[in-house]
């Protein structure tokens, strides 16, 4: 199943902050038209690829609060 109704039938089983973290997801694609990438964009996701190749990488805590952080940009009136 997919969609909302997985979504639904999921809700239960998370804790408050996987609920917040998906709020954050679906606000944040609502809020595009696409998922066109600026230049800007394109350019961080290319050093990011070379710098996983390269075995430089941050830790899950590390990337979850960074990811936080950036999401909490993306909402409206932040």
Known sequence: M??????????PSLTEKQ?????DIVEAAALRDSLYLTRE???A????????SAGRAISFDEAEMETDGF???????A
Request: hydrophobic share 50%; aromatic share 6%; no cysteine.
């Open 2 to 11: 997919t969609g909302p109704a997985r979504i639904v039938e999921l809700w």
């Open 19 to 23: 609920r917040v973290a998906l709020i």
């Open 41 to 43: 964009e394109a350019a």
């Open 45 to 52: 996701l290319a050093r990011s690829k070379e710098d996983f």
């Open 71 to 77: 999401l909490r940009g993306l909402r409206p009136g």
